[in-house]
């Protein structure tokens, strides 16, 4: 008897998005009230891919041969490009001014598949249950508020702000049974892979979707600006730059397979899971390129990669889980197999920037606030299980092994600045130029690995459990007065840069091993464990090649808060028992900073 069944589900999901709302191109507008341009966008991915197959084959002959294999591939592609712009343009009377964009994005996908064989003969079974699930996600965001070239008189109130909130969230799970029962042999295997990855990704200055952002070549790009022109007369001016993302990728697979026969019994489990983000972000805020702004109130520069104020207390968060967990059961009179392996990895890949700077421009106003903001949570999970138990009136065999890998990978420039510029503060307030970095970064993995061997003559059992868990941080935190600045104020200057950084990393490998017979029984059990951390850090404060005149005192501060944290625990425990009993463990914690 021959049974086989097979379920392929490919799916494709994508979403390309341009908003732009401008005035532009020598526009005169005497408005007599307030002047709004937005564009605004929400793009939403929803991608489902489930596939199932179930085999099962029943022979009173020979051979009986069951298969089953699921195949589920899944992909979103998401391009969205939102701009706001007042280019080369001339407005008079008129009330507030704002340039606003705004970009929602959010992709949700799930990818399942499973498959189930069963076999059954009065001879040979053979059964075979595979499952594999590919999701692929990636997006490319770019939002842009900006006012260039363009003269405003006697505004109101000012407001340039860009906002880009990505949400991804990515399940995918393969799940894989195997059953195979036979009088004189049984083979069972079963599979199952999983590989997620998120990612983004570059593209064409010169496509219809991105010609009007010349020179973005990142992931997720927001800004806000205010570039060349004047703005003379405004009750205040706002600069805000808000980008942020929410990632949440989660692969899970499981594997089990079982045989039974009365003669020799084979089987054998396989899971691996790969979770892979690989984000790259820049967030910028800056008045610039001999832009010349005046106002009665305060002109405010802010970038950050939360959403809201430094006070807000929201974060980046990107969590990226891989488990793989595998069982392997074999029963039989006379001989008895099983391998049990899994394999977990998990990546985590960050790459960002977030600047706040008045670079060759002329500000007079009653304040002058320059903020730079990263607030990042990156957390990075594998766990490998694996598990194989033989039994067998004469001789019982168990192999089980289980590799976990985590790896966090963190870049990050923060910066505010003040370059080339000539500023002229009326007010008492303190004229602030701050960069303020804090992140925490959760890097463990997992690999557990046990082993069982009973039989009437002789049994072995080999266990090995390996774990490794790697976190490199590179970060630049830079507050800086300088090129050639020149300050003037009533109140006081502040330079300040903050660096607070956690980092976590941690590592547990566990393998046992029980070999138990009536003659001879051997048992071998073997971890590894090894968790590093690399960390580098600049975190300056600067006053330099500048003239500063302040009626207040002038404070330039550096301060730096790390925690840094590495664990590795390796435990090994083998037990051989019989007429001859032997057991060996070797167990290791290696781990660096």
Same mark, same amino acid.
């Given at each position: 008897?021959?049974?086989?069944?097979?379920?392929?589900?490919?799916?494709?999901?994508?979403?390309?998005?341009?908003?732009?709302?401008?005035?532009?191109?020598?526009?005169?507008?005497?408005?007599?009230?307030?002047?709004?341009?937005?564009?605004? &966008?929400?793009?939403?991915?929803?991608?489902?891919?489930?596939?199932?197959?179930?085999?099962?084959?029943?022979?009173?002959?020979?051979? $009986?041969?069951?298969?089953?294999?699921?195949?589920?591939?899944?992909?979103?592609?998401?391009?969205?490009?939102?701009?706001?712009?007042?280019?080369?343009?001339?407005?008079?009377?008129?009330?507030?001014?704002?340039?606003?964009?705004?970009?929602?994005?959010?992709?949700?996908?799930?990818?399942?598949?499973?498959?189930?064989?069963?076999?059954?003969?009065?001879?040979?079974?053979?059964? %075979?249950?595979?499952?594999?699930?590919?999701?692929?996600?990636?997006?490319?965001?770019?939002?842009?508020?900006?006012?260039?070239?363009?003269?405003?008189?006697?505004?109101?109130?000012?407001?340039?702000?860009?906002?880009?909130?990505?949400?991804?969230?990515?399940?995918?799970?393969?799940?894989?049974?195997?059953?195979?029962?036979?009088?004189?042999?049984?083979?069972?295997?079963?599979?199952?892979?999983?590989?997620?990855?998120?990612?983004?990704?570059?593209?064409?200055?010169? @496509?219809?979707?991105?010609?009007?952002?010349?020179?973005?070549?990142?992931?997720?790009?927001?800004?806000?600006?205010?570039?060349?022109?004047?703005?003379?007369?405004?009750?205040?001016?706002?600069?805000?730059?808000?980008?942020?993302?929410?990632?949440?990728?989660?692969?899970?697979?499981?594997?089990?397979?079982?045989?039974?026969?009365?003669?020799?019994?084979?089987?054998?489990?396989?899971?691996?899971?790969?979770? #892979?983000?690989?984000?790259?972000?820049?967030?910028?805020?800056?008045?610039?390129?001999?832009?010349?702004?005046?106002?009665?109130?305060?002109?405010?520069?802010?970038?950050?990669?939360?959403?809201?104020?430094?006070?807000?207390?929201?974060?980046?968060?990107?969590?990226?889980?891989?488990?793989?967990?595998?069982?392997?059961?074999?029963?039989?009179?006379?001989?008895?197999?099983?391998?049990?392996?899994?394999?977990?990895?998990?990546?985590?890949?960050?790459?960002?920037?977030?600047?706040?700077?008045?670079?060759?421009?002329?500000?007079?106003?009653?304040?002058?606030?320059?903020?730079?903001?990263?607030?990042?949570?990156? !957390?990075?999970?594998?766990?490998?299980?694996?598990?194989?138990?033989?039994?067998?009136?004469?001789?019982?065999?168990?192999?089980?092994?289980?590799?976990?890998?985590?790896?966090?990978?963190?870049?990050?420039?923060?910066?505010?600045?003040?370059?080339?510029?000539?500023?002229?503060?009326?007010?008492? !307030?303190?004229?602030?130029?701050?960069?303020?970095?804090?992140?925490?970064?959760?890097?463990?993995?997992?690999?557990?690995?046990?082993?069982?061997?009973?039989?009437?003559?002789?049994?072995?059992?080999?266990?090995?459990?390996?774990?490794?868990?790697?976190? &490199?941080?590179? !970060?630049?935190?830079?507050?800086?007065? $300088?090129?050639?600045?020149?300050?003037?104020?009533?109140?006081?200057?502040?330079?300040?840069?903050?660096?607070?950084?956690?980092?976590?990393?941690?590592?547990?490998?566990?393998?046992? @091993?029980?070999?138990?017979?009536?003659?001879?029984?051997?048992?071998?059990?073997?971890?590894?464990?090894?968790?590093?951390?690399?960390?580098?850090?600049?975190?300056?404060?600067? %006053?330099?090649?500048?003239?500063?005149?302040? #009626?207040?005192?002038?404070?330039?501060?550096?301060? @730096?808060?790390?925690?840094?944290?590495?664990?590795?625990?390796?435990?090994?425990?083998?037990?051989?028992?019989?007429?001859?009993?032997?057991?060996?463990?070797?167990?290791?914690?290696?781990?660096?900073?």
């Amino acid at each position: 008897a021959i049974s086989v069944a097979v379920a392929v589900v490919a799916v494709e999901n994508s979403a390309g998005t341009t908003v732009r709302a401008a005035i532009e191109d020598g526009s005169g507008l005497d408005a007599g009230g307030n002047v709004a341009v937005s564009a605004e &966008n929400t793009t939403k991915i929803s991608t489902v891919g489930v596939a199932a197959s179930i085999s099962v084959s029943a022979s009173s002959g020979s051979v $009986g041969i069951s298969g089953a294999g699921s195949v589920v591939v899944t992909n979103s592609t998401m391009t969205n490009a939102v701009m706001a712009e007042v280019s080369g343009s001339n407005l008079s009377n008129v009330g507030n001014v704002s340039v606003t964009a705004n970009d929602k994005a959010e992709i949700d996908t799930v990818g399942v598949a499973a498959a189930i064989s069963a076999g059954v003969s009065s001879g040979v079974s053979v059964s %075979l249950a595979v499952s594999v699930t590919l999701a692929s996600i990636a997006a490319q965001t770019a939002t842009l508020a900006r006012i260039s070239d363009s003269t405003i008189t006697n505004p109101g109130i000012v407001n340039v702000f860009a906002r880009s909130d990505t949400d991804i969230n990515t399940v995918a799970v393969a799940a894989s049974v195997s059953v195979a029962v036979g009088s004189n042999a049984a083979i069972g295997v079963a599979a199952a892979v999983v590989r997620t990855n998120v990612s983004g990704y570059d593209y064409d200055d010169g @496509s219809d979707t991105f010609s009007f952002l010349p020179g973005t070549q990142i992931a997720g790009t927001t800004e806000a600006s205010i570039l060349g022109g004047s703005i003379t007369g405004a009750s205040s001016v706002d600069v805000h730059a808000y980008g942020t993302n929410t990632i949440t990728t989660t692969a899970v697979s499981v594997a089990a397979a079982v045989s039974v026969s009365s003669n020799a019994a084979i089987s054998l489990a396989v899971a691996v899971g790969v979770a #892979e983000v690989d984000m790259a972000h820049a967030v910028l805020a800056k008045i610039g390129d001999d832009a010349v702004v005046s106002a009665s109130g305060a002109v405010d520069v802010d970038a950050a990669n939360v959403i809201g104020p430094i006070s807000n207390p929201d974060r980046m968060e990107i969590d990226t889980v891989s488990i793989s967990a595998v069982l392997s059961v074999a029963g039989s009179g006379s001989f008895a197999l099983a391998g049990a392996g899994a394999g977990a990895t998990a990546t985590n890949n960050v790459t960002g920037s977030v600047e706040a700077e008045v670079d060759g421009a002329t500000i007079t106003a009653n304040q002058l606030t320059v903020d730079a903001l990263d607030r990042t949570d990156v !957390s990075t999970l594998s766990v490998a299980a694996a598990a194989a138990i033989a039994v067998s009136g004469t001789a019982a065999i168990s192999l089980a092994g289980a590799v976990a890998i985590s790896r966090t990978e963190y870049q990050m420039t923060t910066q505010a600045a003040i370059l080339s510029s000539q500023i002229n503060q009326l007010g008492s !307030s303190v004229l602030r130029v701050q960069a303020t970095s804090d992140a925490e970064l959760d890097t463990l993995a997992v690999g557990v690995a046990v082993a069982i061997s009973a039989s009437g003559t002789a049994s072995v059992a080999a266990a090995f459990g390996v774990s490794i868990a790697e976190a &490199n941080v590179s !970060s630049s935190t830079v507050a800086l007065i $300088g090129a050639d600045s020149v300050i003037d104020t009533e109140g006081s200057v502040l330079v300040r840069a903050y660096d607070q950084m956690v980092v976590d990393t941690d590592t547990v490998a566990v393998s046992l @091993s029980v070999a138990v017979s009536g003659v001879a029984g051997i048992g071998v059990s073997v971890s590894v464990a090894t968790a590093s951390n690399t960390y580098g850090a600049m975190v300056q404060s600067k %006053l330099s090649d500048s003239d500063v005149d302040a #009626e207040g005192n002038v404070s330039v501060t550096a301060d @730096s808060i790390a925690e840094i944290e590495v664990d590795g625990i390796g435990v090994a425990v083998a037990v051989g028992g019989g007429t001859v009993g032997i057991a060996g463990s070797v167990a290791a914690a290696i781990t660096s900073t």
